[in-house]
Nanobody, 123 residues
Framework: VQLQASGGGLVQAGGSLRLSCAAS????????VAWFRQAPGKEREFVTA????????MYADSVKGRFTVSRDNAKNTLYLQMPSLKPEDTAVYYC?????????????????WGQGTQVTVSS
């Protein structure tokens, strides 16, 4: 199983980025997938999760109303649209996949992880 995250970079506050996570080696449509992030010196935290069909989503309070998660099961790809970025969004962003049918904010629920992509927001 491989989850390949991409799309990170350096942007100014107020800018936007779109992250992608390409999955292989698993039946993507049967997994709940999610984004987590980890800032330097902090624990990895939940950002958002999306159900197998893409109909249901869950967001952390810190990004609710700003970030949008989506998936394309035909392309085996997960996305995270991040407009209005803030310096506190700076972190390595990881995609993860879970075989459970339930959305979960717990990192311990997820079976597979990508390698992460760096997002840096300057003030």
């Amino acid at each position: 199983v491989q989850l390949q995250a991409s799309g990170g970079g350096l942007v100014q506050a107020g800018g936007s980025l779109r992250l992608s996570c390409a999955a292989s080696g698993l039946t993507f449509s049967t997994y709940v997938v999610a984004w987590f992030r980890q800032a330097p010196g902090k624990e990895r935290e939940f950002v958002t999760a999306i159900s197998r069909s893409g109909v249901s989503t869950m967001y952390a309070d810190s990004v609710k109303g700003r970030f949008t998660v989506s998936r394309d099961n035909a392309k085996n790809t997960l996305y995270l649209q991040m407009p209005s970025l803030k310096p506190e969004d700076t972190a390595v962003y990881y995609c993860a996949a879970c075989s459970s049918s339930n959305l979960s904010p717990s990192r311990y629920t997820y079976d597979y992880w990508g390698q992460g992509t760096q997002v840096t927001v300057s003030s």
